[in-house]
């Protein structure tokens, strides 16, 4: 959009622009991680990404100046940012603000022990809150930070977020005092990328934002449906949450367990059997 105007402006006045400069620049990025090899190819890419602005600058507008060699004002720091101070990383002071992320993946029953006391310490207002996915810190974090500000979220997560024990236990208690919404969601897709083997996984996307009056829209792969509401289901229903029961709603026997291929290895066929 920035080019394009650029482009417009020189034709309406084709003289040198010696002052033009791009006005979003690298050191308006932020990034939290926790891996010092994941910061330095973060680093690696803003400098070439801004390199190549540079050049399509120079495009439009004849040579400007040089961007080698790169100041060091990256916003990119390791840390745990379930640990780290949103609000304090990134001051809003009344900047549009966009959070955007692929958190890990984790199911309660693979968490280890520091990854534990990360939901100890961010997720504790939660009732039951122990048997939830590790990426719920994130999004409970996120809620947080946008109430402050007009920032809006867009996580990518495993579709599991939006199904189960995770909507009454997790989705009932945060969007209970109408203060977030759903704004756009992509419902369940399998993950591809380039590697050779991909990660066998379904994920959604789902954007976090304070109530508001702007559109909602629900995408299915490549179909995308302006809708009224958004629940946690991901669908564009007003339904009411499933809970979770102990005892049977009829006179049927008592179920030792529910979809948990883990224990029922006895029933798995070979192709033989």
């Not at 996580?155 to 203060?179: A, Y």
């Amino acid at each position: 959009l920035e080019f394009n105007i650029f482009g417009a402006l020189q034709k309406i006045n084709s003289s040198k622009w010696t002052l033009v400069s791009i006005g979003i620049k690298a050191d308006q990025f932020y990034a939290l991680t926790i891996q010092d090899f994941d910061a330095q190819i973060a680093k690696l890419s803003m400098y070439i990404i801004e390199h190549q602005m540079n050049q399509k600058l120079s495009d439009i507008f004849g040579e400007v100046s040089p961007t080698l060699p790169y100041s060091n004002k990256l916003n990119i720091k390791v840390a745990n940012s379930l640990n780290t101070c949103w609000d304090e990383f990134v001051k809003s002071e009344n900047s549009e603000i966009y959070i955007i992320g692929n958190p890990p993946y984790i199911g309660t029953r693979n968490q280890k022990l520091f990854q534990k006391k990360d939901k100890d310490l961010v997720l504790n207002s939660i009732k039951n809150y122990k048997i939830l996915d590790y990426i719920c810190c994130w999004f409970y974090l996120a809620k947080k930070y946008i109430l402050n500000n007009t920032a809006q979220v867009a996580f990518v997560s495993t579709n599991s977020l939006t199904q189960g024990d995770h909507v009454p236990t997790f989705w009932e208690q945060i969007l209970k005092d109408n203060k977030v919404e759903i704004g756009f969601a992509y419902q369940s897709f399998k993950w591809r990328n380039n590697a050779t083997k991909n990660a066998g996984v379904s994920c959604v996307i789902i954007n976090w934002r304070k109530i508001s009056k702007s559109k909602k829209f629900l995408f299915n792969h490549d179909v995308k449906e302006l809708v009224k509401f958004i629940n946690p289901y991901l669908t564009s229903k007003k339904s009411k949450i499933i809970v979770k029961r102990n005892t049977p709603i009829s006179n049927l026997p008592t179920m030792t367990y529910g979809n948990y291929p883990g224990r029922a290895e006895a029933l798995f066929l070979s192709v033989e059997q």
